[in-house]
């Protein structure tokens, strides 16, 4: 019975010392990373079959042994798990069964239009544009968000988010509404009901700020621009306005684009616009709600980037004619 028992201990110690040995073993074959994907609901049996398809050296034996020990194996965290060029099996295992998941920095600029945001989600996310235009066209999952927007275009707050690799579309999107709820604090909104907007026309003036300057010193100049213009019921003549109208353009805006029938033509409709024409950010809305103090109806962008104000028409046109020739001059 003695050597039965010694017997069955030398085996069992064998086994322990192969499994050390073999689950400390490469499981990369390859000189370059291999990504590994789970999805929500996959049991260990579905992502051990999409390691075999990735050609990653592991036994589904070893491997279920080990996550069951530790527990792991019904509360595996979805998303892309790396394995680098020198990893070995436990280096996967350790990572699946702690959750430790890939992480991507998501880089929103301000000033882009929703579908351009999309676009940047999609690619730094790995989902597709697609599941992102669903969303964005379903009035159930719009009314679910902050501020129950009827598009998202103006509400995908610029900023750099921190997510999980392959995060679904709405959780994105949501993260990104909401970070726009967190900036329009209490003071914000007060003071945007002090001047009349509610959040649709603070962000769509705020918009139009973002559109033409990114020049953080200009934007409460220009933001004083548009208010005197919306004071005097002017036309804001926004020129912006009206390449939004068009879908965006890769050339000039001509005269005749001016008299295009859009009620985003700010040209041809007095008043803002029916919704923002992208996603301005923190400082073009603060300069839509502290506008500087100033006369000025008109600006024109000079060569250098920057813009001329005008407090008269004569003034501005004269501007016009400088800077043309400055264009002139430089062309020569």
């Known amino acids: ?6 017997l069955i201990l030398v085996i069992g110690f064998a086994v322990l010392i192969y499994f050390n040995v073999y689950i400390r073993g490469d499981i990369n074959p390859s000189n370059k990373n291999i990504y590994l994907m789970v999805k929500p609901g996959d049991g260990v049996g579905k992502i051990l079959n999409r390691a075999d398809s990735l050609n990653l050296d592991i036994s ?18 979805p998303g892309r798990y790396t394995i680098e060029a020198d990893d070995s099996r436990l280096d996967l295992l350790k990572r699946i069964r702690s959750g430790e998941i890939d992480y991507v920095w998501i880089t929103v600029p301000e000033g882009l239009t929703v579908n351009r945001t999309i676009e940047v989600l999609a690619r730094r996310s790995g989902r597709t544009v697609e599941e992102f235009l669903v969303l964005a066209n379903d009035p159930e999952f719009l009314n679910s968000l902050p501020f129950s927007p009827e598009g998202l275009e103006g509400y995908l707050f610029p900023e750099t988010y921190k997510a999980p690799y392959y995060a679904d579309a709405d959780y994105l999107i949501t993260t990104m509404v909401n970070a726009l709820y967190e900036f329009l604090d ?30 953080i010193e200009e934007m409460p100049v220009i933001s004083s621009v548009f208010h005197n213009r919306l004071k005097r019921n002017m036309l804001l003549q926004c020129d912006p306005t009206v390449i939004y109208a068009l879908g965006g353009l890769d050339r000039p805006l001509y005269t005749k684009d001016l008299k295009y029938d859009s009620p985003y033509n700010t040209y041809k409709y007095k008043g803002l616009p029916p919704g923002p024409i992208n996603s301005p950010g923190q400082d073009a809305i603060r300069a839509a709600l502290h506008p ?35 264009r002139r001059a430089l062309n020569n």
């Open 186 to 215: 209490s003071d914000l909104m007060a003071r945007a009901d002090e001047i009349g907007f509610d959040v649709g026309e603070l962000l769509t003036f705020a918009s139009l700020i973002e559109a033409e300057t990114a020049d």
């Open 1 to 6: 019975m003695r050597k039965i028992f010694l």
């Open 292 to 326: 500087d103090s100033t006369n000025y109806l008109f600006f024109v962008a000079d060569v250098n980037g920057k813009h001329i104000f005008s407090v008269t028409n004569a003034q501005h046109e004269k501007a016009r004619q400088e800077i043309k020739r400055k």
């Open 60 to 77: 589904k034996t070893a491997a279920k042994l080990y996550l069951r020990l530790y527990g792991a194996e019904r509360k595996i965290a």
